[in-house]
C-alpha cells in the first residue's frame, strides 16, 4: 500500500540498520577501476546524492545497487540483507533513469502496473494501487496514453509513479532532470523532494550538477576518479570541504598562497600575506610548522579592507555585474593562480569596477581550509 | 522567377532523370504484366486483344501448381528455421563478447559474397554424398544458408536498437529474465522479427540460382519449374505467374504494413 507516513514505522530494531550499505565494493571494467574501495551507509529515508563529473563511478555505483552489475570486491546490503549476489529483479529497488526508459509499447497504466504484475499482485489491487499512485502524480486521466504522447515532465512522473508503486526499499534515480529545460526542471525537483518526504522512501540520487545537489541533499557523496572523497550534509560539504577536490567542485572558491605557522590539535594557523588565519588541521595532517600550503577561501569571505587590516593587495582584472552583488576578479601575486575572485554587494562594489584600480583584500577567517600544496 | 536560363534547365533535368530512373525501375513489371493479358501465343508488347487465358493456363499446369506448392512448403520451413536461428546469433552476437565472435559474424554474412550458384553446387555435392539429392531437407538447409544474412542483420539491427535501460527497468521492477524477454525484449523486437521473417520468405519464394542445383523433379520450386517451361514454350503463361509472384508478395508487405507499418518493418524508422 501507499501509504501515509506511519505506514511505514520500522520496528525498532530494523530501523538500526542502514537502508543501504556499502562495504568496500569496487569494480573493475578490464583493467580500468570505475568504483575503488566504497564504503557507504545511507539512512533509512534520507536523500543522499552521488555527486561528481562524469567517469567518477556515480552510475556505476548506483547500478551495482540496482544488482545491474556485480562488483569484484566487497559486499553490498540493502535493509541489513546482504544482496551482493541477489539478481536486480529480488532486490525490490525502483529506478528511474535519464531517459525514463518508459516501455514505448504500453500504456502508461500498464507501465506503472508493470512490477505489480511481475510480483502476482491480485488484479483489483493493482488497479487500486496504480490509480492511487497516478493521482498523487497529477496524471488521472492519462492511464491510457502511450509514452511517446506525453510530455518530458509527464513521462518523468510516469517512471517515478512505475519506480514507486512497488514499495522499493531504495529509490534510485539516475540523473532524472538532466533531460528536462530549465523551468520544468526547478518544479520537478520541488516535486519529486516533495513525494520522497511524504512517502519517506530511502533515495540514492546521481548528478553531476552541484546545485541540484545541494539543493535536494540530506547528505551528498562527492566522487571523483572511482573514490567517495567526502559524505556529508550540502553545509558541511560547502564549509568544510576535506579535499582540494570537494572545495572546487562544490561552490566557487580561490586559491591563496600560505604558509603554516602554527599547528595546534584540531586547527592549524596559515599566514598568507600579513594575515594570519585558524583552518582545520585534518586536511594538513604530516605537515609541519613553515610548509607551503593553498588556503582555499570562498568568494564572499574575502573583503574590500582598510590597508591595515588588509591581508595584500591586488588590481581588479574585471568587475562582473551579477545584479545584487558584484563578482569581482583581482590579480595578486598571493593567488595560486596569479588572480582570485571575489564576491561584494553590489553597493560596497562601486568605484571599484573599472579594470586597474588597485584594491587591499581582507580576509574573513571564518570557513577557511588550506590543503596541501600539490607538486 | 528570376533564375537564370541554366538553373531552370539544371532542375528540369534533375526532374526529367528523377523520373527517368523511377520509370526503368517499373518498367520490367509494367511490361510483363501489360503482357500477361495478351490474347494470342507470344510474348508480345503491346498486346492487341485482351484475354485472361494464361493466368488459366498458369494455375492449371501442373509443374506449376506443384512446383508453387513446394515453394510454400520449402518457403515456410526456410523462413522459419533462418528467423530462429538468426535471431538467437544475433542475440548472441549484440549481447555477449567472446573470442571469435567476429568470426562467427563474418561466417554468417559470408553467404552475401559467395554466388549463389557456389552455394548450390556445393550443396549438391555434398547431398550426393550423403545420397539426399532428391529431398526437401537439401533444397531448405540450401536457402537457410542463403536467407541467414538478411535475417541476422534485420533481428541485429532491432536489437542494437532496443533500449538496454527496457530490460533493466523491467528487472529492477522484479520481472524474471524469461518475463523480460517476453513482456519487453520480444514485443520490441517484433518489427525485426517481422521484417527478417519476410525477407526471408520473399528470398526464399524467389530463389532460382541455388534452387536449380539442389531441387529434383519432386522438389523443384516455382522458379525452376518456371525456367523448365521456357526453355519449351514461349507463351504469356510466364508473364501471368509475374503478375501473381507480383501480388502475392506486394500482399505480403502491404500485410506487414498494416499491422506494423512498413518504415518499422524495412528498419528504416526507429523502433520507438
Known sequence: ?375 | MAQPVSQRLLGLTGKFLVVAVLGFIILPAFVVTIAAFNDKAILAFPPKEFSLRWFQNAINYRDFRLGFENGVIVMLATSIIALVVGSAFAYVIDRYRFRGRNVIEGLLLAPLVVPHFTVGLGMLIFAAQIGMTRTYTVVIVCQVILVLPFVLRSVYISLRNLDHRLELAAASLGAKPWRVLLTVTLPLLTPGLVSGWLFAAILSFNEFTAALFVTAQRTQTLPVAMYNYVREYADPTMAALSVIFIVVTATLLALANAFLGLGKVLNVEQAR
Not at chain 1, 551507509?41 to 536523500?47: A, L
Not at chain 1, 552489475?69 to 525490490?92: C, H, K, M, S, W
Not at chain 1, 523532494?193 to 530511502?202: C, S, W
Not at chain 1, 562594489?349 to 581550509?369: N, P, R, W, Y
Open chain 1, 1 to 375: 500500500m501507499l501509504s501515509r507516513p506511519g505506514d511505514r514505522q520500522p520496528t525498532e530494531q530494523v530501523a538500526a540498520e542502514a537502508a543501504v550499505r556499502l562495504d568496500g565494493v569496487s569494480k573493475r571494467f578490464g583493467p580500468s577501476v570505475a568504483l575503488d574501495q566504497a564504503w557507504l551507509k545511507v539512512r533509512r529515508g534520507e536523500f543522499m546524492t552521488l555527486l561528481g563529473p562524469s567517469g567518477c563511478g556515480k552510475t556505476t555505483l548506483l547500478n551495482l545497487v540496482a544488482g545491474f552489475l556485480a562488483p569484484n570486491e566487497g559486499e553490498i546490503f540493502i535493509d541489513g540483507a546482504l544482496v551482493t549476489d541477489v539478481p536486480a529483479f529480488a532486490r525490490q529497488t525502483g529506478i528511474v533513469f535519464q531517459n525514463y526508459a518508459l516501455f514505448p509499447h504500453m500504456t502508461v497504466a500498464n507501465n506503472v502496473a508493470y512490477g505489480l504484475k511481475a510480483r502476482g499482485v491480485r488484479k483489483d489491487e493493482i488497479r487500486r494501487r496504480v490509480a492511487e499512485i497516478l493521482a498523487m502524480m497529477k496524471l488521472s486521466g492519462y492511464e491510457e496514453r502511450k509514452p511517446r504522447e506525453l510530455s518530458g515532465g509527464q513521462q518523468q512522473r510516469v517512471a517515478l509513479a512505475r519506480a514507486l508503486v512497488i514499495e522499493p526499499k531504495v529509490l534510485l534515480l539516475d540523473e532524472p532532470f538532466s533531460a528536462l529545460d530549465k523551468n520544468l526542471r526547478a518544479s520537478m525537483q520541488v516535486e519529486v523532494k516533495e513525494i520522497q518526504r511524504r512517502l519517506g522512501v530511502t533515495t540514492i540520487f546521481v548528478t553531476h550538477d552541484q546545485s541540484e545537489a545541494l539543493s535536494l541533499s540530506d547528505r551528498i557523496a562527492v566522487m571523483s576518479a572511482g573514490r567517495i572523497c567526502q559524505i556529508d550534509t550540502p553545509e558541511a560539504l560547502y564549509r568544510r570541504p576535506a579535499d582540494r577536490f570537494v572545495a572546487s567542485f562544490i561552490g566557487e572558491g580561490s586559491l591563496l598562497h600560505a604558509t603554516i605557522e602554527q599547528m595546534a590539535g584540531d586547527s592549524a594557523i596559515v599566514s598568507v600575506g600579513r594575515s594570519k588565519i585558524a583552518v582545520p588541521a585534518a586536511p594538513l595532517s604530516g605537515l609541519s610548522t613553515g610548509s607551503q600550503v593553498d588556503l582555499f577561501v570562498r568568494p564572499e569571505h574575502m573583503q574590500v579592507g582598510a590597508p591595515d587590516t588588509a591581508a595584500f593587495e591586488g588590481q581588479v582584472a574585471a568587475a562582473i555585474y551579477q545584479g545584487d552583488h558584484v563578482d569581482l576578479y583581482v590579480d595578486a601575486p598571493e593567488a595560486a593562480n596569479g588572480r582570485l575572485m571575489m564576491r561584494l554587494a553590489a553597493r560596497e562594489a562601486g568605484g571599484l569596477s573599472h579594470a586597474g584600480s588597485k584594491v587591499a583584500i581582507a580576509i574573513l577567517g571564518e570557513d577557511a581550509v588550506a590543503f596541501p600544496r600539490t607538486a
